[in-house]
T-cell receptor, first 113, second 113 residues
Framework: ETGVTQTPRHLVMGMTNKKSLKCEQH?????MYWYKQSAKKPLELMFV???????ENNSVPSRFSPECPNSSHLFLHLHTLQPEDSALYLC????????????FGSGTQLSVL | RKEVEQDPGPFNVPEGATVAFNCTYS??????FFWYRQDCRKEPKLLMS???SGNEDGRFTAQLNRASQYISLLIRDSKLSDSATYLC??????????????FGQGTTLQVKP
């Protein structure tokens, strides 16, 4: 139990579907992140939220829409995805203040058909 | 040049062997450094931070060489359970006060009986 919970663990969706990924952290952290991990590629940062405010959008296509209602919850809304979006999507959290460590959730394995 | 680079391996070693991985980073002003361990189909988990003076945790030793811009991870007396992918992560200077990390591709270690 890492203190960061992601649901669902697995998701299969068609290109016209709308789905959402959910992340909740129980660590009292103030920063939350979405990372994408594709096969044979490094983890890619997608979005960063600090105290519910988005501080980074790493040139992510608009078919990915994040939402952070509070410091403990983070969502990633998915709409009209492409097959190349199939990947492991990882949520992470950290305290704020620099040099802090990331704690990851177990990820959502997404397959887009 | 990639911001963070690792030799993907795989490194195949017998039990009891000593193995070392390097990770190079391109931005000389990078601020903090970490090693993460990722098991197959699981999330990355923090293994250890890397301090300027070098640090050790049991069989694991991490070192930072700022002049040559690389970090290293040494594993002594390898165990079967050490088999995993080891990711290095760097906190670049533009990250400011967030835990934004840039990850390497990962180095896969297979420890054989």
């Amino acid at each position: 139990e890492t203190g960061v919970t992601q649901t669902p663990r697995h998701l299969v969706m068609g290109m016209t579907n709308k789905k959402s990924l959910k992340c909740e952290q129980h660590l009292g952290h103030n920063a939350m992140y979405w990372y994408k991990q594709s096969a044979k590629k490094p983890l890619e940062l997608m979005f960063v939220y600090n105290f519910k405010e988005q501080t980074e959008n790493n040139s992510v296509p608009s078919r990915f829409s994040p939402e952070c209602p509070n410091s403990s919850h983070l969502f990633l809304h998915l709409h009209t995805l492409q097959p190349e979006d199939s990947a492991l999507y990882l949520c992470a959290s950290s305290t704020r203040g620099g040099n802090e460590k990331l704690f990851f959730g177990s990820g959502t394995q997404l397959s887009v058909l | 040049r990639k911001e963070v680079e690792q030799d993907p391996g795989p490194f195949n070693v017998p039990e009891g062997a000593t193995v070392a991985f390097n990770c190079t980073y391109s931005n000389s002003a990078s601020q903090s450094f970490f090693w993460y361990r990722q098991d197959c189909r699981k999330e990355p988990k923090l293994l250890m931070s890397v301090y300027s003076s070098g640090n050790e945790d049991g069989r694991f030793t991490a070192q930072l060489n700022r002049a040559s811009q690389y970090i290293s991870l040494l594993i002594r007396d390898s165990k079967l359970s050490d088999s995993a992918t080891y990711l290095c992560a760097v906190n670049p200077p533009r990250a400011g006060n967030t835990g934004k990390l840039i990850f390497g591709q990962g180095t896969t270690l297979q420890v054989k009986p």
